[in-house]
């Protein structure tokens, strides 16, 4: 089994560590009340899809 011949630095493990951060999600606006919801998914506020009503949301 291979075993290090040096001591990884600790701007190395944190560059490394940094590169894996959480981003926030990417929002799109709905055209007809411009509320924000995540794109490719039905909009929760209205329950439109791709310009369809496929979910009945009470208000």
Known sequence: MA???RK???QRSRKRRGANSFKAPQLSKDST???L????RVN???GMYRGR???DIEV
């Open 53 to 55: 009503q496929v979910l």
């Open 37 to 40: 919801f995540r794109p490719h």
């Open 44 to 46: 929760p506020a209205n």
């Open 33 to 35: 009340d411009g509320t």
């Open 3 to 5: 075993t290090p011949k």
């Open 8 to 10: 990884h630095s600790k």
